[in-house]
């Protein structure tokens, strides 16, 4: 390391000095048997871990940081491994979502707070995604994304199964009568039989693929499989190249422009991607800066066919997709078809045309041509209307096609305690051309905006072989899940927003077509229920929580905390000592 290089990096301020203060910082660190030269004037890399116990899809990552490191020391970096808040969607309750933002400022405020020149944001289960991306580019520093990858295709009695999708059709078949509990049960242990995160087309996997076709990772991050040599392979690269990215100062910011996002919406509508990259991608945006709306999921993303046939939307696995050539293979075929920024800048120095021109196709079953789409406009639709001023969206190509044009009677559930108590009463009064509603499931609401949007049918519904309904609220929907399910309404019914004014029995009307969500009540009528409405309850007074209510933005916005908004740069902070 030349002494020019010697200053040359934010660290420097930390272990640059050769006076009280460089002594403290570099004798301390020394406890760890780092040598001498550790503190030549190399660059710092910081490694963003979430790995943690209670997050399985995450519980590999010990592992492959080791991998990070290793590239990052033969770079001529410096590599130093932090923990972060880690988000389980298996176990935290009551949402991970609720925790989003907050882990989001444990990164921004642990990267801004250390000797930190450049950072690996490793990802993995569904949260952790946005909230690492969040966080980082509040600093914009150079950051590259490490996915932790899906697990291996499950198992069961000789037929794939898919995380989360199966687990909501085998609770619908024992709801039916058409399975048993014993059955139920037996699929457990195939379901999931590696490490990795959901293995279907599910939030995780969407956003390990937002990664890519962000230009935040490494080309093939998103599919490769968590237990395949190659994802140790892609860490170790991840290491080297991060090293050369603060060389070159590429930080976030020359990456997340509005080029990538474009192209991040359309891959989604191309892969038949999760409903919650909409929010990630909007709060995202507005950590840049981005001038990037809800509407523009709508515009962007409908003409856009789904080519990737992967549960919920279709039949296949990320494992399947992997060995078809994955994201790139998609990402060609959207920029041979005029749906690709193909100049926008990728973390690897390339252009996005450059990682995927030369991409084949080794399975057409699983990657469909374009020719031959599995849906001929997916996408996210944006609904607006009465009943959602602010917008509220629908994924077509989990929908039933013929409940995309439907107006029906609305069954209301004022909250999810509510739906459990009112769904399996035998005398509920529904029936199959009904719109469930499910109220104060919002951001506020919940509070977090829950993944309860998906609510399961009535038995006496499912019953008569029915799978399928009208499903309206401010919630989100699990990745992995499916049906003709309208989530995100915004304003939501906890901040006022109309939804809190349906009852038992107004028509509701969804055209999806037309992009309207339509409550068949007269205005006089919803502003006289406007006067009896009382806002609900906080669930808790206090702590992290009343901060969140008091200050998360609505769906449409990201839901991200109004403060939290923007990039704050990462100077190096007032000296402690």
């Given at each position: 390391?030349?002494?020019?290089?010697?200053g040359?990096?934010r660290s420097a301020?930390?272990?640059g000095p050769?006076?009280r203060?460089?002594?403290?910082?570099?004798?301390?660190?020394?406890?760890q048997?780092f040598?001498?030269?550790a503190?030549?004037?190399?660059?710092?890399?910081?490694?963003?871990?979430?790995w943690s116990?209670?997050t399985?899809?995450n519980?590999?990552?010990?592992?492959?940081?080791?991998?990070v490191k290793?590239?990052?020391?033969?770079?001529g970096?410096?590599?130093?491994?932090?923990?972060v808040?880690?988000?389980?969607?298996t176990?935290?309750?009551p949402t991970?979502m609720?925790f989003r933002?907050?882990a989001?400022?444990?990164?921004?405020?642990s990267?801004?707070a250390n000797?930190?020149d450049?950072?690996?944001?490793?990802?993995?289960c569904d949260?952790t995604?946005p909230?690492l991306m969040?966080?980082?580019?509040s600093c914009d520093?150079?950051a590259?994304?490490?996915s932790?990858?899906p697990m291996l295709n499950?198992?069961?009695?000789?037929k794939?199964?898919?995380?989360?999708t199966?687990?909501w059709?085998?609770s619908?078949?024992?709801?039916?009568?058409?399975?048993t509990?014993?059955d139920?049960?037996?699929?457990?242990?195939?379901?999931?039989?590696?490490v990795g995160?959901?293995?279907?087309?599910?939030?995780?996997?969407t956003?390990?693929?937002?990664?890519e076709?962000?230009g935040m990772?490494?080309?093939?991050n998103?599919?490769i499989?968590a237990a395949d040599s190659?994802?140790r392979?892609?860490?170790?690269?991840?290491?080297r190249?991060?090293v050369?990215m603060?060389?070159?100062d590429?930080?976030?910011s020359?990456?997340l422009?509005r080029a990538?996002?474009?192209n991040?919406v359309r891959a989604?509508?191309?892969?038949?991607g999760s409903?919650?990259a909409?929010?990630?991608?909007?709060?995202?945006?507005g950590?840049?800066?981005?001038?990037f709306?809800?509407?523009?999921?709508d515009?962007?993303?409908k003409?856009?066919p789904t080519?990737?046939?992967?549960?919920p939307s279709g039949?296949?696995l990320?494992?399947?997709?992997?060995y078809?050539?994955g994201?790139?293979v998609v990402?060609?075929?959207?920029g041979?078809?005029?749906?690709?920024n193909k100049d926008?800048l990728?973390?690897?120095g390339?252009?996005?045309?450059?990682n995927?021109?030369?991409?084949e196709n080794?399975?057409?079953e699983?990657?469909?041509?374009?020719?031959?789409?599995?849906v001929?406009?997916?996408?996210?639709a944006?609904?607006?209307?009465?009943?959602?001023?602010?917008g509220?969206i629908?994924k077509?190509?989990?929908a039933?096609?013929e409940l995309m044009?439907h107006?029906?009677r609305?069954?209301?559930f004022e909250?999810?305690e509510h739906?459990?108590e009112?769904?399996?009463?035998?005398?509920?009064d529904?029936?199959?051309t009904?719109?469930?509603v499910?109220?104060?499931?919002?951001?506020?609401g919940?509070p977090?905006?829950?993944?309860?949007?998906?609510?399961g049918?009535p038995?006496k519904?499912?019953a008569?072989g029915?799978k399928d309904?009208?499903r309206?609220?401010d919630?989100?929907?699990s990745?992995?899940?499916?049906?003709?399910?309208v989530l995100h309404?915004?304003p939501?019914s906890?901040?006022?927003?109309p939804l809190?004014?349906?009852?038992?029995?107004?028509?509701?009307e969804?055209?999806?077509?037309g992009?309207?969500?339509?409550?068949?009540?007269?205005?006089?009528e919803?502003?006289r229920?406007?006067?009896?409405w009382?806002p609900p309850?906080?669930?808790?007074?206090?702590?992290y929580?009343k901060l969140?209510v008091?200050?998360v933005?609505q769906a449409?916005k990201?839901?991200?905390?109004d403060?939290?908004?923007g990039c704050r740069?990462?100077a190096?902070?007032r000296?402690?000592?």
């Amino acid at each position: 390391m030349s002494k020019s290089d010697k200053g040359k990096y934010r660290s420097a301020a930390w272990f640059g000095p050769a006076d009280r203060d460089g002594f403290i910082h570099r004798s301390w660190m020394k406890n760890q048997g780092f040598p001498d030269d550790a503190f030549d004037g190399r660059p710092v890399i910081g490694i963003c871990n979430t790995w943690s116990e209670l997050t399985p899809c995450n519980a590999h990552f010990r592992e492959l940081a080791e991998y990070v490191k290793r590239g990052v020391w033969e770079a001529g970096g410096f590599p130093l491994e932090f923990p972060v808040t880690s988000l389980g969607e298996t176990l935290m309750r009551p949402t991970t979502m609720l925790f989003r933002n907050l882990a989001s400022m444990d990164v921004e405020e642990s990267i801004r707070a250390n000797p930190i020149d450049g950072v690996v944001l490793m990802v993995g289960c569904d949260k952790t995604t946005p909230s690492l991306m969040m966080g980082a580019a509040s600093c914009d520093l150079p950051a590259l994304c490490l996915s932790g990858g899906p697990m291996l295709n499950g198992k069961y009695r000789g037929k794939d199964i898919g995380s989360g999708t199966s687990v909501w059709q085998f609770s619908e078949a024992v709801r039916a009568g058409e399975m048993t509990l014993q059955d139920f049960m037996a699929a457990e242990a195939g379901q999931s039989r590696s490490v990795g995160h959901c293995m279907t087309m599910g939030t995780a996997s969407t956003m390990a693929s937002m990664v890519e076709s962000l230009g935040m990772g490494l080309p093939s991050n998103a599919a490769i499989p968590a237990a395949d040599s190659r994802r140790r392979t892609l860490a170790h690269l991840v290491g080297r190249r991060i090293v050369e990215m603060v060389h070159e100062d590429l930080r976030m910011s020359k990456v997340l422009t509005r080029a990538a996002f474009e192209n991040a919406v359309r891959a989604n509508g191309a892969i038949g991607g999760s409903t919650n990259a909409v929010v990630h991608l909007l709060a995202l945006a507005g950590r840049v800066g981005v001038d990037f709306t809800l509407d523009d999921w709508d515009k962007l993303g409908k003409d856009v066919p789904t080519i990737v046939d992967l549960m919920p939307s279709g039949r296949f696995l990320m494992e399947d997709f992997y060995y078809a050539g994955g994201l790139p293979v998609v990402l060609k075929a959207l920029g041979d078809n005029g749906l690709l920024n193909k100049d926008a800048l990728t973390v690897n120095g390339q252009t996005m045309w450059d990682n995927v021109k030369d991409a084949e196709n080794f399975n057409e079953e699983v990657i469909h041509p374009v020719s031959k789409p599995l849906v001929e406009s997916g996408g996210i639709a944006v609904l607006r209307g009465n009943l959602a001023p602010s917008g509220a969206i629908i994924k077509p190509s989990a929908a039933t096609p013929e409940l995309m044009q439907h107006k029906g009677r609305a069954v209301v559930f004022e909250s999810i305690e509510h739906y459990k108590e009112r769904v399996d009463d035998p005398d509920l009064d529904v029936d199959e051309t009904c719109v469930l509603v499910l109220k104060n499931c919002g951001p506020k609401g919940y509070p977090g905006m829950a993944e309860v949007g998906n609510m399961g049918l009535p038995p006496k519904i499912l019953a008569k072989g029915v799978k399928d309904m009208v499903r309206i609220s401010d919630a989100r929907m699990s990745g992995t899940a499916y049906g003709t399910v309208v989530l995100h309404v915004a304003p939501e019914s906890a901040a006022g927003g109309p939804l809190a004014l349906v009852q038992d029995g107004d028509m509701v009307e969804l055209d999806v077509a037309g992009r309207r969500l339509h409550l068949d009540v007269s205005d006089e009528e919803l502003a006289r229920r406007r006067e009896a409405w009382t806002p609900p309850a906080p669930e808790m007074d206090g702590g992290y929580q009343k901060l969140y209510v008091d200050h998360v933005l609505q769906a449409d916005k990201g839901a991200d905390l109004d403060f939290l908004v923007g990039c704050r740069g990462a100077a190096v902070p007032r000296d402690s000592h």
